[in-house]
């Protein structure tokens, strides 16, 4: 086996995600505070237009944060399982220098690459419903 993970690294994962998910829930609590107290406090013109903006903005954001904590929470499930760290594709382990980078990580480099050219692969050879009609 090329590589192995040491209980000590998975340790170490497991305060990374376990940081990773805090810093998350804390950061949306703050963002809906924010969003409390410029309700409270209307402002003027000026505000309110940076205000529309900033609305929508936590509303994105807390849809991609709850995506990131659902990957968190799978992590935190496969290390549990004894599952982490190995490719969802192929099975082989993902690495630690991978891992330590991106700890939510389900498919090794290869695997990630081959998704990766696979989706600009179908997006190319989808040129959408729309394409433009030249007449003339
Ligand atoms: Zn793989």
Redesign the pocket.
């Known amino acids: 086996m090329s590589e192995d993970f040491t209980p000590e690294f998975l340790d170490e994962m497991t305060d990374t995600l376990q940081e990773q998910r805090a810093d998350l829930i804390n950061k949306s609590h703050v963002a809906r505070a924010d969003l409390r107290a410029r309700e409270k406090a209307p402002g003027d013109s000026i505000d309110e237009s940076v205000d529309e903006q900033g609305t929508s903005t936590t509303l994105r954001l807390k849809d991609r944060e709850r995506n990131l904590l659902t990957k968190i929470n799978d992590a935190l499930n496969r290390i549990d399982d004894g599952d982490y760290g190995f490719?969802e594709?192929?099975?082989?382990p993902i690495g630690t220098g991978r891992l330590r980078a991106r700890p939510m990580a389900t498919?090794?480099i290869?695997?990630k690459e081959d998704e990766e050219r696979e989706e600009r692969r179908l997006k190319s050879g989808n040129p959408g419903m729309f394409s433009p009609i030249k007449h003339g």
């Open positions: 490719c594709n192929c099975g082989d498919l090794c290869e695997c």
